[in-house]
C-alpha cells in the first residue's frame, strides 16, 4: 500500500523567530499560505509546555495540514491520548529509535529521520519496510536556525544522496524560493523551511511565494536514477484534491457560469468551491436579467471561504461592475492563491453583455495579479485596447503584446475564428508560443466552452501540472465535453458541453439521447445545406413558376431514374426492418416510390415531351431513355453502398433525407414561403409542387423520421456516428441533384464523397422550419 504524503512545504518551527506573534499565529498564517506539513521543534521548552503548544497547533492547524514533531516520542503519545491530532514523529539520528517510534504510534502515524550522509542512507535502507516514511536532508545552505548544523551538502551535494536514496527525501537549510527549482530538479520530494516563514514578516504570503516557486519548478527529469528500493510514500505535490473556487456569475440553465465551473472543476479532479458575483437569468439561447447582490457579500462569501478552507487555486469568471472587481482585487492580494485563472468573460456565447463598459479598465488592472489570462479574441481586443484581430497570427501577435505588458500568460482561444480549426495558443511574457491546433467540432454546444475551460485549466494546474501541459489536459478534456454535448438535449439554443461524458462512458453511465434530440440535432446540422437548396436558381424558378420547362423535364427524367433505384433500396430497408411495423412501412414506401412518383412523372413526361414527339404518352418511365446524371449517379451510389453496408441503420438513414427535404420543402413552396402562389391554378407546375404537400406524404415522412430516430437514439455511440454521416451525405446529394437541371454560371464543385463531419459554428436554422 502506498501512501501520499505532501512534503511540498514543510514548515519547522522556530520558537525564537516567531517571536510575539506566537508560534500558533505563524502557524496558521503559513498553512493558510499553503504550508502542507509542520513540525513543531523546540528544544528549550520543557514538556509541559510542549504539550500545551502541541495541543494548541493541532486546534490551529485543525486538520488543513500534517503536524509531526521533533523528538519528543512520549509528548506525541500523551497529545493523542489527549485527542489532539497529531500526525507522527520527526527523529534525529540521535533521538529515540524509528523502530520504537513505528511501534508505539502505528502503522498509519508518519515517521520522518534526518539523514545527511550516505552512510544514514544506508541505515535507513536497512530498516523494514514501512519504518520511515521520509528523510529530511540537509544542509543545503549554512544556517543559524540550528547552531549544530550537518556540513553544508549544497543542492549538488543533496541531488547525489536523493538520487540513491530509498525514501522521499525533503530538503533543509537556510531554504529560500531561489532554491524551489534547483532542488526540485534534484529530485526534492519538497522544502522544509524555518526562518523564510517564522521569520517572515507575511508568513502567509511567504509560503504562498514558496508553494508558488514549488509548483512552477519543474519536476525531476525522466533520466534521473530512479530509487533504489520501492518508495513506501508517493511524493506528490499536494495531497488530495486541489480545492479550487470559482468567483463568477451564474447560469440558471446549467451549462455557463458557476454551474459549468462545479462541474468543470468536479470532472477535472478537483474540490470545487464558489463566491458569486452576480444572479444571472439565462439559458442556452440568451441572458434575461442580472441581479447583482451588494458587493460586500462578494467579500463575505470570499471570506467565509478562505477564513476555513486552503484555497488552492482561484478561477475568475464574470465581474459584472467595477464594485465587483474592487473586491475581488483586494480578496486576492490579501490571501494570494497559489494558481489564479482569469477568464475575462465580456459578453455570453449567445451575444449578450456581462460586463459593465466602464468595468474593462478596472479588469486589465486584474492582469498582473494573476497567472494566466483566457480571452477569447474580442476579449483579447479588450485586454490590448486594440481592434479585434483579423487573422490568428494578428490575434497571436496582440496576445504577445499583452503578455509581454502584464507579465501574466495569455491563452488566446480560436473558438470564435472563422474556418475549420479552433485553435488555441499559450503565449509567455517573454514571447513564447504554445500552439494548440484542433479542429472545429461542428456543433452547437458550445454554450459555456470558455468558463469550463478556464476552470479545468485551474483544477489541473492545482493538480501540479505545468501550463501547458495543464493547456492540453484540459482541451483534451473540453473537446470530448463538447463533443458529447449534443446527446444531453439540453435547450434550443447554444446547448451545454457534456463535462462527464468521459466519466459517465468509462463507468457504464452514458445515456442514449432521445429520439427527438437526434432529429433536432441531425436537422439542426444540415441547415447550411438546406439553405444552399433554397437558393439554388432551380427551387427559386420552380417557385416563381418560370423554371424553364427543359430543366423541369430535365429534373423529372433524373427523378423518374433516381425514384426507381430508390424503390429498391427501400425494398432493402423493408427486408431488413428489425420489426413488422417498420417492415411494412418501408415496403409501403417502397410500393409509392414506384407506383405514386412514377405514376405523376409518366404523366408529365408523357404529356410534354414525349407526346410531342411520338405521341406514345402514356407509356410512362418505359418511354423514355435519360441517362442518368452524374449526381443522379453519385446519390444512387451512396443509397446502394448503404443498402450493402448490412446496417439497417445506416440504410435509412441514407433514405431519410428523400422524404424530410421533400416534405419539407414542399410545404414551404405549396404555402407560398418563396413569396409565390403555387396554388394559383395558373401557376405551370401546381400539380406536381401539390404531390410534396400532401398530407399523406407528410405523414410518411413523420413516421420515416421516427424510425430513424429512434434507431439512432438506441443505437451505440459509433453506429448512430454511421448513421449521422450517412444522412448528411444524402443530404449533400440532394442539394447536388436539385442544382444538376440550373447549374450555375460558376459550375459548383461535385459534393465530397464523404462531407467532413459537419462543422458550421453559429449557422442558424433557416426560418422557423425546425421539425422537432
Ligand atoms: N466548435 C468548437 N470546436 C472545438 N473547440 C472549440 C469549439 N468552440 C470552442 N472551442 C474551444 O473551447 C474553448 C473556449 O473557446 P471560445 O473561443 O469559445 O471561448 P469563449 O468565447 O470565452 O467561450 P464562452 O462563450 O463560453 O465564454 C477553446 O479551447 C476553444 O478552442
Ligand atoms: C455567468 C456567466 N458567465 C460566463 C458566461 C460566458 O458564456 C455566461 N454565459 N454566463
Ligand atoms: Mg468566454
Given at each position: 500500500m502506498t501512501r501520499a504524503i505532501d512534503l511540498s512545504l514543510y514548515l519547522v518551527t522556530d520558537t525564537r523567530l516567531c517571536g510575539r506573534r506566537g508560534v500558533p499565529a505563524v502557524v496558521d498564517a503559513a498553512v493558510s499560505g499553503g504550508a502542507r506539513i509542520v513540525q513543531l521543534r523546540d528544544k528549550d521548552a520543557t514538556d509541559e509546555e510542549f504539550l500545551a503548544l502541541l495541543v494548541e497547533l493541532a486546534a490551529v492547524i485543525d486538520g488543513r495540514a500534517l503536524l509531526v514533531v521533533d523528538d519528543r516520542l512520549d509528548v506525541v503519545v500523551e497529545a493523542r491520548r489527549r485527542g489532539a491530532r497529531v500526525d507522527g514523529v520527526h527523529l534525529g539520528?540521535?533521538?529515540?529509535s524509528v523502530l520504537r517510534a513505528r511501534e508505539l504510534l502505528g502503522p498509519d502515524a508518519i515517521v520522518g529521520l534526518t539523514a545527511n550522509t550516505a552512510a544514514h542512507l544506508e541505515a535507513a535502507r536497512a530498516l523494514p519496510p514501512g519504518t520511515v516514511d521520509y528523510l529530511g536532508v540537509g544542509a543545503i545552505h549554512p544556517t543559524t536556525t540550528k547552531p549544530d548544523h550537518p556540513p553544508v551538502l549544497g543542492v549538488e551535494g543533496f541531488a547525489a544522496l536523493a538520487a540513491v536514496s530509498p525514501l522521499p527525501c525533503v530538503a533543509i537549510g537556510?531554504?529560500?524560493?531561489?532554491d524551489a527549482a534547483p532542488l526540485r530538479r534534484a529530485g526534492a520530494a519538497g522544502l522544509a523551511v524555518v526562518s523564510a516563514l517564522?521569520?517572515?514578516?507575511d508568513p502567509r504570503a511567504a509560503a504562498t511565494r514558496l508553494v508558488r516557486a514549488w509548483r512552477d519548478a519543474p519536476t525531476p527529469s525522466p533520466i534521473a536514477p530512479p530509487p533504489i528500493a520501492p518508495s513506501p510514500i508517493v511524493p506528490s505535490p499536494i495531497t488530495g484534491p486541489p480545492r479550487v473556487l470559482s468567483i463568477a456569475g451564474t447560469d440558471p440553465s446549467g451549462g455557463a457560469g458557476i454551474q459549468a465551473d462545479i462541474k468543470s472543476i468536479s470532472a477535472n479532479g478537483g474540490y470545487a468551491m464558489t463566491a458569486i458575483t452576480a444572479l444571472v437569468a439565462q439559458n442556452t439561447r440568451g441572458v434575461r436579467e442580472i441581479h447583482r447582490p451588494p458587493s460586500d457579500f462578494l467579500r463575505a462569501q470570499l471570506d467565509a471561504v478562505s477564513d476555513d478552507i486552503v484555497v488552492d487555486a482561484v478561477k475568475i469568471g464574470m465581474l459584472a461592475d467595477t464594485g465587483i472587481i474592487r473586491v475581488v482585487r483586494s480578496w486576492l492580494e490579501e490571501h494570494r492563491p497559489p494558481t489564479i485563472v482569469l477568464d475575462p468573460v465580456m459578453v455570453a456565447t449567445s451575444g449578450d453583455r456581462l460586463l459593465d463598459a466602464e468595468a474593462e479598465e478596472a479588469l486589465r488592472g486584474l492582469l498582473p495579479l494573476v497567472d494566466v489570462v483566457t480571452p477569447n479574441l474580442p476579449e483579447l481586443a479588450m485586454l490590448a485596447q486594440e481592434e479585434v484581430a483579423a487573422t490568428w497570427d494578428d490575434a497571436l501577435a496582440q496576445a504577445v503584446r499583452v503578455a509581454g505588458r502584464s507579465g501574466t500568460l495569455v491563452l488566446v482561444k480560436?473558438?470564435?475564428?472563422?474556418?475549420d480549426d479552433a485553435p488555441d495558443a499559450l503565449v509567455e511574457p517573454g514571447g513564447g508560443i504554445s500552439l494548440f491546433p484542433g479542429e472545429r467540432i461542428?456543433?452547437?454546444?458550445?454554450?459555456?466552452t470558455g468558463c469550463s475551460l478556464s476552470s479545468a485549466l485551474a483544477t489541473r494546474r492545482a493538480r501540479g501540472a505545468a501550463w501547458p501541459d495543464a493547456v492540453a489536459e484540459s482541451r483534451a478534456w473540453l473537446r470530448e465535453s463538447i463533443i458529447a454535448g449534443s446527446t444531453l438535449g439540453v435547450g434550443g439554443g447554444h446547448g451545454p458541453v457534456h463535462h462527464f461524458a468521459g466519466l459517465w462512458s468509462r463507468g457504464g453511465l452514458e445515456t442514449r439521447p432521445t429520439a427527438d434530440a437526434v432529429a433536432a440535432d441531425w436537422w439542426d446540422r444540415i441547415a447550411r445545406v438546406r439553405a444552399g437548396i433554397d437558393g439554388l436558381p432551380f427551387i427559386r424558378a420552380l417557385a416563381d413558376g418560370d423554371l424553364p420547362r427543359s430543366a423541369f423535364l430535365f429534373y423529372l427524367e433524373q427523378d423518374a431514374l433516381y425514384l426507381r433505384e430508390y424503390a429498391r433500396t427501400l425494398a432493402e430497408a423493408a427486408r431488413t426492418a428489425p420489426t413488422s411495423a417498420q417492415q411494412a412501412f418501408w415496403a409501403g414506401a417502397a410500393r409509392d416510390a414506384i407506383a405514386g412518383e412514377l405514376e405523376l412523372h409518366a404523366s408529365w413526361l408523357g404529356t410534354a415531351a414525349y407526346a410531342d414527339s411520338d405521341g406514345a404518352g402514356s407509356s410512362g418511365a418505359e418511354a423514355f431513355g435519360a441517362e442518368p446524371a452524374p449526381a443522379t449517379v453519385a446519390y444512387l451510389d451512396h443509397l446502394r453502398s448503404a443498402a450493402f453496408s448490412g446496417e439497417h441503420g445506416v440504410l435509412i438513414a441514407a433514405l431519410l433525407p428523400c422524404f424530410w427535404l421533400y416534405a419539407d420543402l414542399g410545404a414551404r413552396l405549396h404555402g407560398g414561403a418563396f413569396g409565390t402562389r403555387p396554388q394559383d391554378p395558373d401557376h405551370p407546375y401546381a400539380s406536381w409542387l401539390a404531390t410534396y404537400a400532401d398530407p399523406g406524404f407528410e405523414e410518411a415522412n413523420r413516421r420515416a423520421i421516427g424510425f430513424v430516430a429512434e434507431t439512432a437514439a438506441g443505437a451505440d455511440p459509433r453506429t448512430r456516428e454511421r448513421m449521422r454521416l450517412a444522412f448528411e451525405r444524402s443530404v449533400v446529394y440532394e442539394r447536388a441533384f436539385f442544382a444538376a437541371p440550373m447549374p450555375n454560371p460558376m459550375p459548383a464543385p461535385m459534393p465530397d464523397p464523404m462531407p467532413a463531419p459537419i462543422l458550421v459554428p453559429g449557422v442558424t436554422p433557416a426560418g422557423g422550419d425546425r421539425r422537432r
Open positions: 539520528q540521535s533521538d529515540a537556510g531554504i529560500t524560493e531561489d517564522c521569520a517572515a514578516a480560436g473558438g470564435h475564428l472563422d474556418g461542428r456543433t452547437r454546444s458550445t454554450h459555456g
